[in-house]
């Protein structure tokens, strides 16, 4: 904060519309590490379930956080289709990035997978506001909350 004025200073309000990014981009550097792994050769493409289910949970939950983490002048269907396209054009980098690497192979159908789990996910987000609710929720803001309450109780607000 500013001493002059009670306003956050421009650096202050940079780094709160930065900070939601902060989990988004380690997810997908983690991931894009992952996929540029070196290892022994891939083996042939198996149709595996699991693999699919793996793809749709991690996008989803990558997705929910890109939902998220969108500007709030963002509304409505172009918050989620947002969200959608930000999160399955990674899911197309990831990919790519795999089928470059000989010892991984890129699969059109995880992407698919990766897709589905994002437009499932901000679909959800949108149309129940519980879902947003619960995918807003931190552990920090508990923290917090829990702070105020000990500050309300020991009447130490406002000192």
């Excluded at 590490?33 to 198996?46: D, R």
């Excluded at 499932?120 to 619960?134: D, E, R, T």
Aim: aromatic share 10%.
């Amino acid at each position: 904060m500013n001493e002059a004025s009670d306003k956050p200073s421009s650096h202050e309000g940079a780094l709160s519309r930065l900070r939601p990014w902060v989990p988004i981009l380690v997810a997908c550097a983690l991931l894009s590490a992952y996929s540029a792994k070196s290892g022994s050769p891939a083996p042939l493409i198996e149709l595996s379930w699991r693999d699919k289910v793996d793809h749709f949970c991690v996008y989803g939950l990558l997705a929910t956080l890109v939902f998220q983490a969108l500007p709030s002048h963002l509304q409505g269907t172009r918050r989620w289709l947002c969200a959608f396209a930000l999160t399955s054009a990674f899911g197309i980098w990831d990919e790519t990035l795999q089928h470059f690497n000989p010892a991984r192979t890129g699969d059109p159908l995880d992407w698919f997978a990766d897709s589905l789990g994002a437009l499932a996910a901000v679909v959800l987000c949108s149309a129940f506001p519980c879902v947003q609710k619960l995918a807003a929720w931190s552990c920090f803001s508990l923290r917090q909350k829990k702070a105020c309450r000990e500050k309300s109780t020991t009447g130490q607000i406002g000192v």
